[in-house]
């Protein structure tokens, strides 16, 4: 079972260089998200995409953008990368309608911008 | 103010030991849902455990448990006979019904190191 599927995993990018981060689940989840981790502060929502045809902005949205482009992909574009964007991405899907029912992440892809 | 709060930056246990990870947590919608993950040092995210707001017992999950205390707002993870595998960093999350379609809020973890 592939589940959640991040690309790239790892990137370095240049201030200014813009990049698009895929992902792809095969869950048929309604929901997908994606968010950020650094060091000491947990994972953060950058946006969300309730179910097709729908994002909303999370906690950090500035300097993201993205597009869920049908139910399996949905992915986060940086237009102008900035040193503070350097961070470990995450890719998330779930199941909706069902309390219980988790949050199932891709592995994550690793940013670096010089 | 912080809705998830992991107070522990680090614990150390030795293994076939049990030991508990603290979460508390602050919302006022009564409807809410309480998750556990772990990130071992490879990276990936992998769901434990589960507690809903309503629901009358504390869950149990194998080895994990949440010790769940409505009143205190408090949600910690019980994992009894500690193995080396358990060395990770452990998360908690809360999913509120007011904060959007089921998005998660977490708390900024808790390195266990479990120790031979």
């Known amino acids: 079972n592939a589940g959640v599927t991040q690309t790239p995993k790892f990137q370095v990018l240049k201030t200014g260089q813009s990049m698009t981060l895929q992902c792809a689940q095969d869950m048929n989840h309604n929901s997908m998200y994606w968010y950020r981790q650094d060091p000491g502060m947990g994972l953060r929502l950058i946006y969300y995409s309730a179910s097709e045809g729908t994002t909303d902005k999370g906690e950090v949205p500035n300097g993201y953008n993205v597009s869920r482009l049908n139910k399996r992909e949905f992915s986060l574009r940086l237009e102008s990368a900035a040193p503070s964007q350097t961070s470990v991405y995450f890719c998330?899907?779930?199941?909706?309608?069902?309390?219980?029912?988790?949050?199932?992440f891709g592995d994550g892809t690793r940013l670096s911008i010089l | 103010a912080q809705k998830i709060t992991q107070t522990q930056p680090g614990m150390f246990v030795q293994e076939k030991e049990a030991v508990t990870l603290d979460c508390t947590y602050d919302?006022?919608?009564?409807?809410?849902?309480l998750f556990w993950y772990k990130q071992p040092s490879s990276g990936e995210m992998i769901f434990l455990i589960y507690q809903g707001s309503y629901d009358q017992q504390n869950a149990t999950e194998g080895r994990y448990s949440l010790n769940f205390q409505k009143a205190r707002k408090s949600a910690n993870l019980v994992i009894s006979t500690s193995q080396l595998g358990d060395s990770a960093m452990y998360f908690c999350a809360m999913r509120e019904a007011e904060t959007g379609y089921s998005t998660l809020t977490f708390g900024k973890g808790t390195m266990l190191l479990v120790s031979p």
């Open positions: 919302t006022s919608d009564p409807s809410y849902g």
């Open positions: 998330a899907s779930r199941r909706t309608g069902i309390s219980n029912q988790p949050q199932h």
